[in-house]
């Protein structure tokens, strides 16, 4: 009935109404007509067509994860100007820990019912594919269930360079190892000139799609981000997801989009604040309509907060992340919603079921764990 509703709606131009038409039917809509939505579409109207994806993908099932983050260092030998967590060695505030206490980190754990490890961090000049893969290694043996989503496409580019071995090589040693997947950190904004003006360094585009689809090929699937809210424009956006949706035509084996918004503490961009919290559901909505081969696309709570978190369920968000119980800096640093992120399990399904979902709590692979009623 809200479907007829809508495409009948006098008010709707033939373009937006042709975009829910083709939403409504399980068709692709294309760049410019993504565009369109950005600037044109009422955010009720992008809830409407964002939801109905949403629910044809899962209906009202809502995942969540139990994980806890080791971030290694924030030593880096690049300067992205939105990084609030960026220190070089001896710098004040710099971080490494050695490999017995990441150990320790993991034997924490001992007993709970914790599926993942995320593992990231900054690129640490001295520290090659080898001195990970020998801690992924160690952490396999203290508990060989445990999935391993570690080292962002900007990261395994440089550990495998200075192990001197190909992509190839390097991602199916770190297999060997045990990685078991790729986190969707380092993608910024695929723009080359955007990239070169906020992450001039760092990895270039076309190197972390190639990074993705061999991760792909070789048999470990991965997500992937966007950072929006800075001086992006609709179009970048579109672009960075039509990327992704060229990629994942070719390898299916992207399982999450999460886009992350920016923020502005304690970095070089403050200067530029930060987008609404519409803006935010507006991206969402516009990224689930268009990454119609994603999946899941995922509102990462420590970065939003809990309430938008909630709202963003009816604008395509279907996944929440996990229960961290350790806690991930590089938000907390740059001024997200929440400083210290920690959610039990209860806690989290409660904040889903008040939102009227139903709260499944999912592995990495997204296979279902225990379902809450
Ligand atoms: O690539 C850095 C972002 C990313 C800021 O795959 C910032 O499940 C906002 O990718 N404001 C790393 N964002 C984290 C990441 C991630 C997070 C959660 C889940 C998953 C997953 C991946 O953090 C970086 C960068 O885009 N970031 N600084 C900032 N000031
Ligand atoms: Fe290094 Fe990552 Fe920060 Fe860029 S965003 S400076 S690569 S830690």
């Known amino acids: 009935m809200q479907i007829q509703n809508i495409i009948a709606d006098s008010d709707l131009t033939p373009a937006l109404r042709k975009i829910a038409e083709k939403v409504f039917e399980s068709k692709r809509i294309d760049t410019d007509e993504a565009v369109l939505l950005y600037r044109e579409a009422e955010l009720g109207f992008l809830g409407i067509l964002a939801n109905h994806v949403r629910n044809t993908k899962h209906g009202d099932r809502t995942y969540f994860n139990r ?84 080292f962002t496409a900007v990261e395994l580019d440089f550990m495998i360079r200075k192990a001197k071995v190909s992509l190839e090589e390097g991602l199916t040693m770190l297999k060997n190892y045990g990685l078991d997947s790729i986190p969707g950190g380092g993608a910024e904004i695929f723009d080359e000139e955007l990239r070169k003006e906020i992450c001039d360094e760092k990895s270039s585009t076309n190197l972390w799609l190639e990074i993705h689809e061999m991760a792909h090929r070789v048999g470990l699937p991965s997500n992937a981000t966007i950072l929006y809210g800075h001086i992006e424009s609709y179009e970048q956006r579109v672009d960075h997801m039509n990327r992704l949706r060229q990629l994942q035509d070719r390898t299916g084996k992207f399982n999450t989009f999460i886009p992350l918004k920016y923020r502005k503490e304690n970095n070089s961009m403050s200067h530029i604040g930060e987008v609404s919290t519409l803006e935010d559901l507006r991206n969402y909505a516009v990224s689930r309509i268009f990454l119609d081969n994603f999946p899941h696309l995922k509102g990462y709570w420590p970065m939003i907060g809990k309430s938008t978190t909630q709202l963003a369920l009816s604008f395509g968000v279907d996944d929440v992340d996990g229960t961290i119980d350790d806690s991930t800096k590089i938000y907390s640093m740059a001024g997200a919603e929440d400083s210290t992120p920690t959610l039990t399990t209860d806690a989290l399904v409660e904040l889903i079921l008040k939102a009227n979902r139903i709260p499944i709590e999912r592995d990495t692979l997204y296979n279902t764990v225990k379902e809450y009623h």
């Open 67 to 150: 994980n806890f983050h080791i971030e290694p260092t924030n030593i880096c030998i690049y300067n992205c100007k939105f990084c609030s967590y960026v220190r070089k060695i001896n710098e004040e505030g710099a971080w490494e820990y050695s490999q017995e206490q990441i150990l320790d980190k993991v034997r924490e754990y001992d007993g709970k019912a914790i599926t993942e490890v995320h593992i990231v961090g900054g690129v640490h000049p001295h520290r090659d594919l080898h001195y990970y893969g020998k801690i992924l290694q160690e952490i396999k043996k203290i508990r060989p269930d445990l999935h391993i989503k570690a």
